[in-house]
């Protein structure tokens, strides 16, 4: 269990509240040099933006997505497509996550995902599980000529073989450490923390 007092975030063990510390990796002007430089990666893998469609996953992903789509515009002067994953009924925990879990919206783009190239973009790559599901989602969807996996960050501990084609940033995390991705639409910023729990407490 965890709480949060004055800014700072407790975790609860063994009856004691035990502070985590939060240390930001990325701050604003960061996150968005790493946007346009990921804005860029594609249009050159793609040799242009021709056919190519973002999908971001809920939550943040999707967020991220539309600013790829900013990016793509001001260097390409085209408005790739965007449409949104909600992975939830893909998910291979889903037993786990209760009997009523809470359901998104997907939302597919006009004149579907069939033989363009698709970008799947997500705010943190970790175990795989997550990129799965949404692969898994898409081809209930169509066939797309090509997909990419696009993520701001990458913190290793991959229990799938999936790699990301485009990255904003790669962490060396450690057990006991989760990345934070923060959004000025959700969270009222845009940046990148590591947040550390004391081992004792994880």
């Keep these: 269990m965890a709480s949060c007092t004055g ?4 975790v609860e063990a063994s009856r004691l509240l035990v502070p985590s510390t939060r240390t930001a990796v990325m701050d ?5 040099r790493a946007i346009a430089r990921m804005a860029r990666e594609l249009i050159e893998r793609n040799s242009g933006a021709a056919k190519l469609m973002l999908m971001g996953i809920h939550r943040r992903g999707v967020q991220l997505a539309h600013l790829l789509q900013s990016e793509i515009e ?3 002067d085209v408005t790739v497509p965007l449409g949104t994953l909600d992975i939830t009924l893909y998910r291979d925990d889903l037993m786990a996550i209760g009997p009523r879990p809470v359901i998104g919206e997907s939302e597919l783009p006009p004149g579907g995902i069939d033989d363009q190239v698709v970008v799947i973009v997500d705010d943190v790559l970790f175990t795989g599980r997550t990129a799965r599901a949404a692969l898994n989602e898409l081809m209930d969807w169509g066939r797309p000529a090509r997909i990419y996996l ?4 990458d913190r290793g501990g991959r229990e799938l073989p999936i790699r990301p084609d485009v990255v904003g940033k790669s962490i060396e995390m ?3 450490q989760a990345v934070e991705v923060l959004v000025p639409e959700l969270d009222g ?5 590591v947040v550390t729990v004391p081992p004792e407490a994880a």
């Design 7 to 10: 800014g700072t975030l407790f």
């Design 28 to 32: 604003a002007k960061a996150v968005e």
């Design 74 to 76: 001001r260097a390409e």
């Design 150 to 153: 696009c993520v701001l960050v």
């Design 174 to 176: 450690l057990p006991n």
């Design 189 to 193: 910023e845009l940046a990148v923390h």
